[in-house]
């Protein structure tokens, strides 16, 4: 923020705008229409994407005066790793749609600020390579669970050899929803941005094809498809996976308290509580709402983590005032991307950083363990 203002003083404004609700907007006029719309983009009528927005809204921040703020330590600690703040970049698929260093510029930008991006299977980007980009910063991997065990045991091994510590396995897109903006530019950002894709660099997954990718990309990606769809997994299949991974391991999409309940009686290490940024169930409950219960439910026994719909620093002190460890922040770092690369994410990634240290003090704490729900009030009326 301080460099903002000195900046200032030299007549320089910031290459990309610190305003989120404009930051969208800049994204949509730097883009292709497919792009935007497979970014931007919700499930169904976008009902949920707006309930997530609006449950923000009905929470506000009630500040205390005098409380000896002025300095702020934001750091926390995650399954013993050291992070600056409890904000982590969420996983987001196929980024060379929206600019050619995709996932590797976003790997960049977190490490140099030490802060952990979740490296999806739907990357346009190799594990191996990605894991280069990290550098010495957290490796996180995300995990979308194929229905063959030895693709799984293959990507698992690899990302385990790369270096990564930490898997988050999404449970709520073992297919993809009914998202009309990308139906109606029949999934080109799918196609664009899968060909080189983890599952594509696989060697399990290529021993199944036919011929390799580079050659028949259409017969892969209708391999590919099934693969990833399907309900055929169960909480007890979820061994499966401890089997495979060493480190801890944290389930994304989770919304009802039992399933959380589940969750730890599995003896998973986190979950994060998620609707996917509203674009899988549409008309589903805002994240934020199912919050608090969950918390309740399971908060002293496993992690609990939390995405969907944050775009400002308050919604971050927000979610982690009623319970969450730490929050991923979604479409906002990849419209950074859109703009600038490694630049544009550490920009928005560093405005986010700088907004969470200023709000969090200007409301009188000088921590993040500090926020409890007593921070808040319900909005007259909600
Ligand atoms: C996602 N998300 C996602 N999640 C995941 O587990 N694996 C993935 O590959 C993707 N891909 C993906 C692509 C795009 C373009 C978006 C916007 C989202 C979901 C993501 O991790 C996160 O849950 C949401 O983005 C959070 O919502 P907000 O903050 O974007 O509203």
């Given at each position: 923020q301080s460099e903002i203002y000195a900046q200032g003083l030299e007549g320089r404004t910031p290459k990309i705008t610190t305003d989120p609700a404009a930051l969208e907007d800049a994204a949509g006029a730097l883009l292709e229409p497919w792009a935007f719309g497979y970014v931007a983009?919700?499930?169904?009528?976008?009902?949920?994407?707006?309930?997530?927005?609006?449950?923000?809204?009905?929470?506000?921040?009630?500040?205390?005066?005098?409380?000896?703020?002025?300095?702020?330590?934001?750091?926390?600690?995650?399954?013993?790793?050291?992070l600056p703040a409890p904000v982590l970049l969420?996983?987001?698929?196929?980024?060379?749609?929206?600019?050619?260093?995709?996932?590797?510029?976003t790997a960049r930008a977190a490490a140099g600020l030490g802060v952990p991006s979740v490296l999806s299977t739907a990357a346009s980007h190799t594990i191996e390579d990605v894991a280069d980009a990290c550098g010495g910063g957290p490796r996180w991997f995300q995990l979308y669970w194929p229905n063959d065990?030895?693709?799984?045991?293959?990507?698992?091994?690899?990302?385990?050899?790369?270096?990564?510590?930490?898997?988050?396995?999404?449970?709520?897109?073992?297919?993809?929803?009914?998202r009309p903006r990308d139906l109606d530019n029949a999934y080109v950002p799918f196609v664009r941005g899968v060909?080189?894709?983890?599952?594509?660099?696989?060697?399990?997954?290529r021993a199944l094809l036919d011929r390799p990718p580079e050659e028949d990309l259409a017969g892969a990606v209708q391999r590919w498809v099934p693969m990833f769809t399907g309900t055929d997994k169960s909480w007890g299949r979820l061994s499966l996976l401890?089997?495979?991974?060493?480190?801890?391991?944290v389930l994304k999409g989770i919304l009802h308290a039992d399933d959380a309940r589940r969750a730890a009686d599995a003896g998973m290490d986190g979950i994060v509580v998620s609707n996917h940024g509203g674009r899988q169930v549409d008309g589903a409950i805002a994240s934020l709402d199912a919050l608090p219960l969950i918390v309740e439910a399971v908060g002293d026994r496993i992690e609990v983590l939390?995405?969907?719909?944050?775009?400002?620093?308050?919604?971050?002190?927000?979610?982690?005032?009623?319970?969450?460890?730490?929050?991923?922040?979604?479409?906002?770092?990849?419209?950074?991307?859109?703009?600038?690369?490694?630049?544009?994410?550490?920009?928005?990634?560093?405005?986010?950083?700088?907004?969470?240290?200023?709000?969090?003090?200007?409301?009188?704490?000088?921590?993040?363990?500090?926020?409890?729900?007593?921070?808040?009030m319900r909005a007259p009326g909600s």
């Open positions: 983009g919700n499930a169904g009528t976008g009902s949920t994407a707006r309930a997530n927005a609006d449950a923000f809204g009905q929470w506000r921040i009630v500040p205390r005066m005098l409380t000896d703020a002025t300095t702020r330590d934001l750091r926390t600690s995650l399954f013993g790793e050291d969420a996983p987001v698929g196929v980024q060379s749609i929206v600019h050619p260093d995709g996932e590797l510029a065990d030895d693709v799984t045991a293959s990507i698992l091994r690899r990302a385990r050899d790369a270096g990564f510590t930490t898997l988050v396995v999404t449970l709520d897109t073992w297919t993809l929803a009914w060909g080189t894709a983890i599952p594509f660099s696989d060697p399990a997954f401890r089997q495979l991974w060493d480190g801890p391991i939390f995405d969907s719909g944050i775009r400002s620093a308050s919604d971050v002190v927000k979610a982690l005032a009623l319970g969450a460890r730490a929050v991923l922040l979604g479409r906002p770092y990849v419209y950074g991307l859109a703009h600038g690369g490694e630049e544009g994410v550490r920009d928005v990634l560093r405005g986010v950083l700088a907004d969470l240290d200023l709000t969090l003090g200007l409301a009188g704490y000088r921590t993040p363990a500090e926020l409890s729900q007593g921070s808040l």
